[in-house]
């Protein structure tokens, strides 16, 4: 591809990445007064369940993103499940918050608190983590078992804690939390692969979006029932070459030389 080819591409990239965070914070402003509304009436917290939906609606077709959704299993509304999802861009979180049911809890970065509004709604309505922190990686697992045991809430981890952006598509090492806490409270573990959002939404310095293929594969449902405390590994184990096997079955070393990803190694 010449370099006039690439700059082409890259600029096209960034216009489409300056509409589609047009129309993200726009449809936001837009439903961000009723957010702060039921976020301070406790009894209607379970409402942004729906305002988060209909921000979904505005944003993934404004945004001309079509997703496809391999459902292996499909979880029940007023179900709590642990979810782990493999974690290459930013766009992961809106697009989970979009397929799956429930009023449904993230364990995000803490840094997601800081961002302008957007930070109120997380804060008060997920679980934020500062990883450099024992303490708080210990209490943000207190929180996950409050919100399963409590209000029944599924959570969404990504174990892998950041994104890496050197490493993708290819996984880096799982954190032992989402293991620990479905262990713990004996609700299934549903591994979930986002294969190509990395492509969609490159995490980088060089900030430019590109229109692909927007997929999910919800795997079959794992039982904690009757696991032990002790089996964490094993079972954190079992859901990595789950995401692994998956995540190398779509992004081929064609498409992942093509968008300059790591190939996986052998």
């Known amino acids: 591809m010449s370099n006039k080819s690439v700059?082409?591409?890259?600029?096209?990239?960034?216009?489409?990445?300056?509409?589609?965070?047009?129309?993200?914070?726009?449809?936001?402003?837009?439903?961000?007064?009723?957010?702060?509304?039921?976020?301070k009436i406790k009894p209607l917290n379970w409402v942004t369940f729906l305002l988060n939906k209909v921000w979904c609606i505005f944003f993934f077709p404004g945004s001309l993103l079509f997703y496809k959704v391999d459902r292996r299993f499909r979880p029940q509304y007023?179900?709590?499940?642990?979810?782990?999802?493999?974690?290459?861009?930013?766009?992961?979180i809106p697009l989970l918050t979009w397929i799956l049911p429930g009023f449904i809890c993230f364990i995000g970065k803490y840094s997601l608190t800081k961002v302008p509004l957007f930070g109120f709604v997380f804060k008060n309505l997920h679980i934020s983590v500062d990883r450099k922190n024992s303490q708080d990686r210990m209490l943000?697992?207190?929180?996950?078992?409050?919100?399963?045991?409590?209000?029944?809430?599924?959570i969404?981890?990504?174990p892998e804690g950041t994104i890496n952006a050197e490493a993708q598509p290819q996984l880096s090492g799982f954190k032992d939390g989402a293991f620990k806490v479905a262990?713990?409270?004996?609700?299934?573990?549903?591994?979930?692969?986002?294969?190509?959002?990395?492509?969609?939404?490159p995490s980088h310095k060089k900030?430019?979006?590109r229109w692909f293929k927007c997929e999910v594969i919800i795997h079959e449902a794992i039982e904690t029932k009757h696991l032990q405390p002790e089996d964490y590994l094993s079972l954190k184990q079992q859901v990595f070459q789950i995401?692994?096997?998956?995540?190398?079955?779509?992004?081929?070393?064609?498409?992942?030389?093509?968008?300059g990803g790591k190939q996986r190694n052998s």
């Open 140 to 154: 943000s697992m207190t929180r996950a078992t409050e919100q399963i045991q409590k209000y029944n809430r599924p």
């Open 156 to 158: 969404v981890f990504f």
């Open 183 to 201: 262990i713990e409270n004996k609700v299934k573990i549903v591994p979930i692969t986002i294969p190509y959002n990395w492509i969609l939404l």
């Open 7 to 39: 700059t082409g591409a890259h600029l096209g990239g960034q216009l489409y990445l300056a509409w589609a965070g047009m129309v993200y914070v726009l449809s936001f402003l837009l439903l961000y007064p009723l957010f702060f509304i039921c976020i």
């Open 243 to 259: 995401l692994d096997t998956e995540i190398n079955k779509h992004n081929t070393p064609a498409i992942i030389a093509k968008y």
């Open 78 to 92: 007023g179900e709590s499940y642990v979810y782990v999802a493999n974690h290459g861009s930013y766009l992961d």
């Open 207 to 209: 900030l430019f979006a």
